[in-house]
């Protein structure tokens, strides 16, 4: 099946910096990849879809400016979330659609002191 | 937007039994209903997906459901094994595989 990779895989930072997570398509081009959060033992949660060359799509509830989404080439989506506070800390799946099916990166558990 | 929920949240049986999660959706134009396994600390992987236009779907030990009238669609497992033992969720998606809605998950625990 397709790849999907995050990095990174774990980030530690301390609260009001930014911090940025890349999720690349190794072995194939992805117009459109998402990006979910996922507190522990819950579901998925739809945060955005990443549009390659274009404005992302946030969810209802997104902070648009507090989850920054770029989608610079058809290989790479990244998410910065700025001024990190606490409550942001979360895991964070990103996903690409190819092949009639959507493959997942590994995660970024994020941890925000 | 899209609602999908799932139940139940938690599921023991017997390794050698079946185990049935059900899941339900509200938006009549969801076409695809997948369904992922999710082992601690790992990433969704796909077990099993349906269309609309399919009732019924079987690979090996793993059946998907769809009743597109009702909106709900269901995940059977037969002859579990400890191995099965994960997260499960369900997803519907809208306009093409746009965009993928989650259930809640449900927690499979395979008894030995």
């Known amino acids: 099946g397709a790849v999907v990779s995050q990095h990174p895989s774990r980030v530690i930072c301390k609260s009001g910096t930014s911090v940025k997570i890349e999720c690349r398509s190794l072995?194939?081009?992805?117009?459109?990849m998402f990006w979910y959060r996922q507190f522990p033992k819950q579901s998925l949660m739809l945060m955005a879809t990443?549009?390659?060359?274009?404005?992302?799509?946030?969810e209802q509830g997104v902070e648009k400016d507090k989850f920054l989404i770029n989608h610079a080439s058809l290989t790479l989506s990244t998410l910065t979330v700025t001024s990190a506070h606490p409550e942001d800390s979360s895991f964070y799946i990103c996903?690409?659609?190819?092949?009639?099916?959507?493959?997942f990166g590994p995660g970024t558990r994020l941890t925000v002191l | 937007g899209e609602n999908v929920e799932q139940h139940p949240s938690t599921l023991s049986v017997q390794e050698g039994d079946s185990a049935v999660i059900k899941c339900t959706y509200s938006?009549?134009?969801?076409?695809?209903f997948p369904w992922y396994k999710q082992e601690l600390g790992k990433r969704p992987q796909l077990i099993i997906d349906?269309?609309?236009?399919?009732g019924e779907k079987k690979d090996q030990r793993i059946a998907v459901t769809l009743n597109k009238t009702a909106k709900h669609f269901s995940l059977h497992i037969t002859e579990t094994q400890p191995e099965d033992s994960a997260v499960y969720f369900c997803?519907?998606?809208?306009?093409?595989?746009?965009?993928?809605?989650f259930g809640s998950g449900t927690k499979l625990n395979v008894k030995p």
């Open positions: 996903s690409a659609y190819t092949m009639n099916e959507q493959f």
């Open positions: 990443s549009n390659e060359g274009s404005k992302a799509t946030y």
């Open positions: 349906i269309r609309s236009n399919v």
């Open positions: 938006d009549s134009a969801s076409n695809y």
């Open positions: 072995d194939f081009q992805a117009t459109t």
């Open positions: 997803a519907a998606s809208l306009y093409n595989f746009n965009k993928f809605y």
